[in-house]
């Protein structure tokens, strides 16, 4: 049939030929055996998707059925088809070897499976629900949970030589009551036909009861307390004693092959279990709680006390009362309870005269000192830690550089018996935790301190933000030498500059300051270090000198590329007759006085890499110096001792305030030690952004 899709074929040992196909619409055959006239013979319809076929060396016919996930087997001897193999995961093809060992590709889990040709059991359908089925015994076991209707069942039984099967016909009734009640008293909780076990209370006045239990199966036979008892009939007057009393009611199906037995606690009397007092002796107050009791306390005792009694008192006298489950009378100390150190658990059982209701109540007694307290706390490599609101008992935050990747905590206790966890790992008093992994963002650090009674404890939270890498790549300045006025121009870099040097300038150097020390700089492709001169660049005649000074962040993919076009003059230029005279260059070949300090007399920090910060060139001669800033009214704004242009450099705020300064006219004073000489300088400086 061109609509079908043959998916396997077979030859047996006679020459038989055996094909598989997946047909269109149901009930078609999907496996059949080829005449030798062009017609077939039909093996079975009904799989889902079978995916290949094969035949063992005595007939018996083999389909591996993809949507089933089974192996089916046609028994050479016209027996109903089996289930060899269930539970694959989508098998698309099978083959027998000499031994009878059956091959499956399970293209679910892209492996070969064997199947041993040893033999086994199958049923069809399947048992009720709670009985089994042993695949390799053929033994049914297990108890039913719910009804079935009488059903026939198939067991099959193969192996290598071929199969045989027999019918167990099951049915399954429930053994059980439809209805149970009493004559006095309520049922707790409300009756089900699964719920086997109750209680009920009835006043002291009731001497007597019955009990009516219906049965849901009518052959069934009922007894109460061991009398036989018609469904939906009251059973005879069951006597009731103060206290409690037991009634025992067993369903036996016909036959006697099963029963199911309910039991109700009826409790005659009063219900009254409340306690009027409870005290401790040693005298410890009792702190009311929630909890898993009816009634919950907590109670602390210093480690010098070794036990306690409890003396509780009932509402009612006719309850009566377990410490620990040792009976002890109302208003009565207990027996003496030891107390170890940390948590120790006193349960108090009161239970009414009717004996079924009861109060519990629980004591949480705590031995040991209190004091979870620690006396201080700091991380490794050092940061701040900031008090801040939260729901710990106190709460930090602290904030690290990105190249801070882990930290370690030391905490030191109040109390040397009390114990500190830090992110839920023992760690001793004033030692470094381990070492705490920090990934880009806020990190939670917990340190718990359990105090030596081992229920007082404290947390103490530390959210340490550990700050991405910085994408500053802004340069402060940048100077060449021999010295020379930069230009900026336009052009395709961040910032341009142009600048010309004599022809007898045959070299430069170039000294550019990070504003971000995290920062790396490479002038020409050769790394510099922030504020060090770079190697030697030789200048040829005319304006092909080009400069390129690369600054990447610290996060390694913010770049500021800065571009000078340096222009050496041609031997003889015009230019080099008639060079500017400047402040800052006032001849070809300056003398340096003054120790060699130049004072850049302008501040302008606007990123564009000159003078952003107030520069003294050759101050780093002299590390023992300070420098001071004081605005027109002689107010000290700015105070550095070191002074570096770099780390401490001015960049228009006040290190006194904070403050972004003004922009106009500052007054600067410098102070610094040459060979053992004390020198003093003072000048002015303008401000402009």
């Keep these: 049939d061109d609509n079908n899709l043959d998916t396997g074929i077979a030859v047996d040992r006679l020459g038989n030929i055996f094909v598989s196909f997946q047909a269109p619409i149901p009930d078609i055959p999907q496996v059949v055996q080829v005449t030798g006239t062009g ?246 107050t009792l702190t009311l709680v929630s909890g898993p009791s009816d009634v919950n306390y907590t109670a602390h005792v210093p480690a010098a006390t070794s036990s306690v009694t409890v003396t509780a008192t009932e509402q009612n006298a006719t309850a009566t009362i377990t410490v620990n489950g040792t009976p002890v009378a109302s208003g009565a100390a207990s027996p003496s309870i030891p107390l170890s150190i ?21 004591i949480n007694l705590a031995r040991g000192s209190s004091d979870a307290l620690l006396t201080s706390v700091h991380l490794t490599p050092t940061s701040p830690l900031i008090i801040v609101s939260g729901p710990s008992y106190v709460n930090y935050k602290t904030s690290v550089p990105y190249t801070t990747t882990s930290v370690t905590v030391t905490s030191t206790v109040h109390d040397a018996t009390a114990t500190i966890a830090v992110n839920g790992t023992t760690v001793a008093s004033g030692v470094a935790s381990p070492s705490i992994p920090l990934n880009v963002g806020s990190n939670v650090i917990d340190i718990v301190v359990t105090a030596q009674n081992g229920v007082s404890t404290k947390t103490y939270t530390i959210t340490a933000t550990r700050r991405a890498p910085s994408s500053n790549a802004l340069l402060t300045s940048i100077r060449l030498a021999p010295a020379t006025h930069l230009t900026i121009v336009s052009g395709p870099s961040y910032v341009n500059y142009t600048t010309t040097y004599h022809n007898s300038v045959s070299s430069c150097t170039v000294r550019a300051i990070e504003q971000d020390l995290t920062a790396t700089i490479t002038v020409n492709g050769t790394p510099v270090a922030s504020g060090a001169a770079a190697p030697s660049i030789p200048l040829t005649a005319g304006s092909g000198n080009v400069i390129n000074i690369v600054s990447t962040a610290q996060d390694g993919t913010t770049t500021k590329t800065y571009t000078i076009t340096v222009t050496r003059n041609a031997p003889g230029s015009m230019s080099d007759l008639f060079q500017t005279v400047s402040v800052t260059k006032p001849t070809d070949n300056p003398i340096i006085e003054n120790d060699g300090l130049v004072v850049h007399q302008g501040v302008s920090p606007n990123g564009d890499g000159i003078d952003d910060v107030f520069t003294i060139e050759g101050l780093t001669a002299y590390p023992q110096n300070k420098v001071s800033i004081l605005d027109r009214n002689g107010a000290v704004i700015f105070l550095a001792k070191g002074y570096d242009n770099q780390l401490t450099g001015f960049d228009g705020h006040s290190n006194i305030n904070g403050r972004m300064q003004l922009p106009g006219t500052y007054f600067y004073t410098l102070d610094y030690t040459v060979n053992g000489e004390n020198k003093h300088k003072t000048g002015y400086i303008i401000l402009k952004y």
Excluded: C, M, W
């Design 39 to 284: 017609g077939y013979n039909n093996l079975g319809s009904g799989l889902n998707l079978p995916t290949g076929v094969a035949v063992d060396g005595i007939g018996n016919v083999f389909v591996a059925d993809f949507g089933s996930t089974g192996i089916v087997e046609y028994p050479v001897n016209g027996a109903p088809q089996l289930i060899v193999s269930s539970g694959l995961n989508r098998p698309n093809g099978v083959a027998l070897d000499g031994a009878g060992n059956i091959y499956e590709s399970d293209a679910g889990t892209n492996t070969v499976k064997e199947i041993k040709a040893v033999g086994g059991y199958f049923i069809s359908p399947g048992l009720p629900a709670g009985l089994n089925f042993d695949e390799n015994t053929g033994i049914i076991s297990g108890t039913p949970t719910a009804a079935s209707p009488a059903t026939n069942y198939t067991v099959t039984a193969y192996n290598i030589s071929g199969s045989g099967s027999a019918t167990v016909n099951i049915k399954v009734v429930n053994i059980g009551l439809s209805g149970l009640a009493l004559s006095s008293g309520i049922l707790s909780p409300t009756f089900a036909a699964d719920t086997t076990s109750y209680t009920a209370i009835v006043p002291a006045a009731t001497t007597s009861i019955t009990e009516t239990p219906t049965s849901s199966t009518p052959s069934a036979t009922i007894t109460v307390n061991g009398t036989t008892v018609a469904s939906g009939t009251a059973s005879a007057s069951i006597p009731l004693s103060l206290g409690a009393n037991t009634i025992t009611t067993v369903v036996t199906t016909a036959g006697g092959t099963g029963t199911k037995t309910y039991t109700v606690k009826v409790g005659r009397g009063s219900a009254d279990a409340l306690l009027t007092s409870i005290h401790l002796t040693p005298a410890t």
């Design 342 to 362: 940390g948590n120790n658990v006193i349960n108090i059982v009161s239970t009414a005269q009717n004996g079924v209701s009861s109060k519990k109540y629980t």
